[in-house]
C-alpha cells in the first residue's frame, strides 16, 4: 500500500484490462521511471474483497 493506492506486480494481461477501467502504472514519484510490470489498482476494487484476493493470488504467481 502506496500514499498513490494498493499496487500490485501483475501480469500484462491483467494490467490491460485494469487500465481500461482507471488502474495506472506505477511511478513512486513525478520524475520517477515507471514500473511497467506494477499497476496502481482502480479505487472501485477497494471495496471487492473477492476480486482482491483473486489479484492478490495473481500477483503472487508472479514470484513463483
Do not use: W
Amino acid at each position: 500500500l502506496l500514499p498513490l493506492g494498493l499496487a500490485l506486480k501483475l501480469p500484462e494481461d491483467v494490467r490491460v484490462k485494469l487500465m481500461a477501467e482507471g488502474g495506472t502504472l506505477l511511478r513512486y514519484y513525478p520524475n520517477a521511471s515507471v514500473q511497467k510490470d506494477h499497476l496502481v489498482l482502480p479505487d472501485e476494487l477497494a471495496e471487492d474483497t473477492e476480486a482482491l484476493i483473486g489479484l492478490s493470488v495473481r500477483a503472487l504467481s508472479m514470484y513463483s
